[in-house]
């Protein structure tokens, strides 16, 4: 712009500034300097000074310049002098401090004027007000400044939606909360991502306040889908923005997760109901007293909050005159649909669970080895979840449990758990205070009757004194002890009848000496008590006294004293002196089984020297025999020789047995096959009195014992119940299979696991709780002198037991009894067995294979080594473990290694674990005359170890180690 306009230059300047000051813009000239020659009327109004003359270094103080942040303007930048120095400025915005200390904020230009010959004359600066719209502009950026941090600050998913474009925009929390990525979705995906259950109802919602003008609010809750597949619960609040002819622009909501929210109130609700539940059950089991009401409350109460299919009280002591556990209350199903089931069962389930007071919660009681599942089998509803509280009283005393059970696993958790142990505690207050009024009531009417029972006494005191005197003759007739009546030296002066203890009459011994009755070696004893008795001292006197058959009965004496007359009852203990003698007898009898054991260690220990002996011997008459060619007479003496040794052979044998040195010989056997194989022999061994059934059981397990052993075992158990049927009855073999768990297993000292049992039963004569108690005891017996040695059971227990099972023995007087023995379960593959050898078949030979022989004694090593030589083998010898090993590193084509078990220093047995330790494949042979513990342990072989006995003959050593070097094959 080089000067005013041309409708402006042809105005006179007069004319001009009329013209200026009437624009309803500010306008301010100056001069060629910058001098302020002209200010209108509405520049004047706007800034508050009017004043000219001022040059532009004074502009910003003369007229309070800022710029538009309000910071001081430097006078060289306003626009009005860099007009005033040729240039400019179309746009400019700048700021005015007014003297009422507003501030305005005004817009404009500047620019230079010139003349119509070009030559500057001055400057003008036009411009307006423009505070208002710069407001405007703020306060909306502003807003969108708020709306962008509000977006970004909340936790709610902000969504804006325009139903014109179907466009919604989304912030980040869609993601965030949800996982979706999108930041912009139409309708249709976002009622895609609500449950199908809550679509149809959000959808009409919505377009119901958007297409159908229902208003301009809109909230609901529904299931939102994440981006993972899983529903949120989510509450949604919208409003929608209209124009003036109220047609829908936006619509802008929040979506808020209400998941946790919801679950905390669900759990506040669960928590307030089972809050009332508890406060009302222990209200009302504090105000009642009755004790069956008390227990039926706490089930009830504990099916309410556990939501159990059904609930029970079961106890030993609330119902005391049950003398059982049994049931005592029922919950949550009919009891007549419920049936009942037996006290065994529920004293089996329940019973450990009073007696240890601990809790038991099982998620599915038909796979839990802690249960025993033929009694839940008994039980008359179907279970798969159960939970056992114990009940126990401030006292510490078992009151019983409370048992929960649902049909469905694993439906009780650790919250129930929590939550019965609270409803029992107040259940054992309350059964606690139950009992004790029932005791105060008790008491009190034990009272009142002893009350009356005084007062009867009194007004009866004269007749019972008689009766009581009645009583007392009557006992004196009666009693069963001697009665007598002496004076001061000893002359009876009166007796009752049980004087027929000795035979007499009562009149037989009235005016006689007591003394006359005494046996002449206790007559001292006798007169020493009369003496005492003259000081009024009375000890206990156990005499002999005559029978009128002339024999002699002992009598136990007590004696009082009353004015100069002595009284005396004895008591007939000859029996119990009998018993007391047979118990001396007894113990003599054990202190002879120890010195027979004592004997037996002496014996075995003897036993292995002479087999090492007779192994030399045996040894070398074998291979002379096979050395002396047709010498018809050597071989003869050699035949003699060896049949003498062969039965020094067999004498050590049985010096072993007697020792009880030789080891069992366990295999895996079919226990139904075993029994199967033994009815004939049972049958024979019973009598014809008496019936032989047997039950076995289907898909049987198999176990590992000494077949033989066992086979004792049963017929002992058979002659047993023979004898508890004298006059007949019937003889019961059952097996089956069992699983024991730990409870019963710590209880009786065995591990718990799977066993096969074997119960023989018999309906006889059965035991007395007594004898029950001493049946496995050793020399415990209650047959006849001669007819029992009291080892029988004992012997039973000690197999079973040694071989890893249990003997359980149930029986009633007059009900039989019932012998069950536990037997490991065999869970290996079972093996195919040892092939019977033939003792006449040619003895194989080797084929050059190298054995290294180890043993300490040196004519019986000598001997291995020459026998195994005659038999085509190559041998090492060593005298000792040190000297094996180090040869067995120096000849790594040893293939055998035959090798002594009592040796000094280092053993067979540990000779052989380091052998394993370096050659784990070479096999080894054990030779001994007395095994000791180094391959028998609890009188069983090792199932890794193969023995060869001494003596042994040249014959039995070819065949043991052909076989052990061809099964290494």
Known sequence: ??????????????????????????????????????????????????????????????????????????????????????????????????????????????????????????????????????????????????????????????????????????????????????????YAWFISQIHPDDRGRIDAGLREVVHEGGGTHWVDEYRFRRADGTYAKVCDRGTVARDAQGRVIRMIGAMVDVTERKRAERALRRRTRTLEILNRTAAEMAAELDLPQVVHLATEAGVELTRASMGAFVSETVDEAAGDTRLCALAGIDRDAFGSPSRTCVAELFGPVIEHRQLFRSDDVTIDPRIAHDAMSATPAPIRSLLAVPVTSRSGEPLGALVFAHPEPARFKARHERLMAGVAAHAAIAIDNARLLATAKREVEERRIAQERLRELNETLEARVEARTRERDRAWAMSRDLQLVMDATGIILAANEASDILGYRPDELIGRSAEAFVHPDDVAIHLEAMSMAALDRFPPEEIRCLHKDGGYRWLSWVKSADHGVLYASGRDVTQQKEQAQALVAAEEALRQSQKMEAVGQLTGGIAHDFNNMLAVVMGSLDLLKRRVGDNPRAVRQIESATDAAGRAALLTKRLLAFSRQQALNPQPIDPNRLVGEMSELLRHSIGAGIRLHTTLADGLWRTRVDANQLENVLLNLAVNARDAMPDGGCLTIETGNVQLDRHYAAANGIRAGDYVVIAVTDNGSGMPADVLARAFDPFFTTKDVGKGTGLGLSQVYGFVRQSGGHVKLYSEPGHGTTVRIYLPRLREEPSTGWIAEDDAATAPGGLQELILVVEDEPSVRQFSVDALEELGYRVLQADGAPAALRLLDRHPDVALLFTDIVMPEVNGRKLADEVRHRRPELPILFTTGYTRNAVVHQGVLDPDVELLGKPFTIDELARKVRAMLDGGE
């Open 1 to 186: 712009m080089r000067s005013l306009t041309p409708s402006m230059r042809g105005l006179l300047p007069g004319e001009q500034a009329t013209v200026l000051a009437q624009l309803r813009e500010g306008v301010i000239l100056t001069d060629r300097e910058g001098r302020i020659t002209f200010i209108n009327e509405a520049a004047g109004q706007f800034l508050g000074v009017s004043q000219l003359g001022v040059l532009p270094v004074d502009y910003s103080r003369v007229f309070h310049l800022l710029t538009e942040d309000g910071q001081p303007y430097p006078a060289v930048d306003l626009p009005l002098a860099r007009a005033v120095r040729g240039e400019t400025i179309p746009h400019a915005r700048w700021s005015i401090q007014r003297d009422d200390g507003t501030r305005r904020i005004a817009g404009g230009a500047a620019q230079p004027l010139f003349d119509t010959e070009g030559v500057m004359t001055g400057a003008v600066l036009t411009f307006h007000d423009d505070t208002a719209r710069v407001q405007a502009e703020r306060a909306l950026s502003d807003a969108e400044q708020r709306y962008r941090l509000a977006t970004e600050a909340t936790e709610d998913a902000i969504w804006d939606w325009n139903p014109r474009t179907d466009r919604t925009v989304w912030n980040e929390r869609l993601f965030e909360a949800y996982g979706h990525r999108q930041t912009e979705t139409s």
